[in-house]
């Protein structure tokens, strides 16, 4: 969207009173999101009537805008995260190989379990390099600066890399996982019996789960071993994901980061679906997926996957997003006592009423907590609460997530959009108060998740 609003200042020649208006507007909104450098430029562009293309390219090239970057011709692309990183993992063998073949006959993808296959080699391993990032990065984190851990073992040591693929369709992920990261620390869940059948001929040490991915139980499976040097440990999710099961198979591994089952997840997605992640505040694609992975995940984009790259081809573009989980001491950290089904609750009531204001949207929920007309005016009218003491610690140690955290005085007539994924916590905190052990409090093993997907126990 920004991109957008660059294009068509740029593209101003008029001298009238709006155009100026409208790119002063345009500058403030850059300057406010961090792009200091082209706000000057447009600041030039308009009292001097230069381009921005008429200063330095030194600092062109140094300006950034929410993931985009601008090239030495001043257009503007995003930014593939390609930069080399430490691994256990020999990552320059990954290498483009051809895809699988599909078999003659009845073998042809469903749109009923939304499949498209994965055609292209160089793409395949981009995305295995970039898996392997993301997983190397989050099993070598440590909470609080404790060992790494599975929470509720008493085991401390570095845990090996344990991938599952989701839905592996004919293998094109597959094939090339097994040489890098070694068969017996893979295990794929696939709930097409045709897929199953196909890649246990074709790698008949594999483990294949035949199993519908909503119901698979993560915390469980997170303790059984892959092999016999294994004693079980955190998961690293890859898959090419079903466009129309995205949300929830999100929601799934979010809640399993309760338990530090799940460090990291590398899948594709529809493009629109990535950009909602992490989008900031105050644009049209926030919304709720944004507030839960933005609080449960470091959230980014790797690169977009253009439809041709996949059999059939889809009619849109898709994304390989990378989440890193920051784990359930983080994750109490940044609540600091809140619980999160509290959370899902503010959450979707104000976000069911987008266009309305806070105060419209969650005056049903605060009634069904509070009780009274009264009380939920007070509510309503009320000052934001303190900081946490924690909360305020982090600030002082330049923590993005708290900085964010600090409610506005008329919160209540904000839009939904123009809230951090911090101050939705504080509203709740309001609403519903917070467990004072906040640091050993229980995280459920399910609230973003739908009830009938996975199991029930807590």
């Not at 890859?238 to 929601?251: D, E, H």
């Not at 009320?382 to 708290?402: T, W, Y």
């Not at 905190?429 to 050993?440: I, K, P, Q, S, V």
Request: with cysteine; glycine share 6%.
């Amino acid at each position: 969207m920004t991109m957008v609003f660059v294009s068509e200042c740029k593209s101003t020649q008029r001298s009238d009173a709006a155009a100026t208006v409208a790119c002063i507007k345009i500058t403030i909104f850059l300057t406010i999101f961090s792009a200091i450098p082209l706000a000057t430029c447009f600041s030039r562009s308009i009292i001097t009537g230069h381009s921005c293309h008429d200063l330095p390219l030194t600092l062109r090239q140094k300006t950034t805008l929410q993931g985009w970057v601008q090239d030495n011709d001043g257009e503007w692309q995003w930014q593939e995260d390609d930069a080399p990183y430490p691994s256990s993992v020999a990552t320059s063998t990954i290498t483009a190989t051809a895809t699988p073949t599909l078999p003659s006959g009845s073998f042809r993808p469903k749109q009923s379990l939304g499949q498209n296959y994965l055609r292209d080699g160089n793409t395949v391993a981009k995305i295995v390099r970039a898996f392997v990032k993301d997983a190397t990065e989050t099993l070598a984190r440590r909470n609080d600066g404790g060992d790494s851990k599975l929470e509720g073992s008493t085991q401390q040591t570095q845990r090996p890399l344990r991938a599952i693929e989701l839905g592996p369709g004919a293998g094109a992920l597959t094939d090339v996982l097994i040489p890098t990261i070694g068969i017996t620390n893979l295990q794929c869940i696939e709930i097409d019996g045709r897929s199953v059948e196909l890649l246990s001929d074709k790698h008949p040490e594999l483990t294949i789960r035949h199993q519908d991915v909503l119901q698979v139980d993560y915390p469980s499976l997170a303790k059984q071993p892959f092999n016999n040097n294994d004693a079980g440990g955190p998961l690293s999710i890859i898959g090419n994901l079903p466009y129309y099961i995205t949300s929830q198979i999100l929601f799934a591994l979010a809640d399993a980061s309760h338990t530090d089952s799940i460090r990291s997840a590398t899948v594709t997605m529809q493009w629109e679906v990535g950009r909602r992640i992490i989008a900031p505040p105050s644009c049209k694609d926030y919304g709720i997926l944004t507030v839960v992975f933005q609080l449960y995940a470091d959230c980014s984009i790797h690169f977009k996957i253009p439809p041709t790259v996949f059999y059939p081809k889809p009619k849109v573009d898709s994304a390989l997003l990378g989440l890193h989980f920051v784990g359930p001491e983080k994750l109490r950290r940044r609540l600091v006592g809140v619980r999160p089904e509290d959370l899902r609750n503010v959450v979707t009531s104000v976000f069911q009423k987008r266009r309305k204001t806070v105060r419209n949207g969650i005056r049903k929920l605060a009634m069904k907590v509070l009780g009274d007309e009264e009380r939920v005016k007070l509510f309503l009218d009320s000052e934001p609460l303190p900081l946490p003491e924690v909360v305020k610690m982090d600030r002082d140690d330049g923590d993005a997530f708290a900085l964010g955290q600090e409610l506005p005085r008329d919160w209540a007539s904000k839009r939904p959009e123009e809230l951090t994924p911090g101050q939705f916590i504080e509203i709740t905190r309001m609403l519903y108060g917070a467990d004072e052990d906040w640091e050993t409090c229980p995280l459920r093993n399910k609230v973003w998740r739908k009830l009938n997907h996975g199991s029930n126990s807590n």
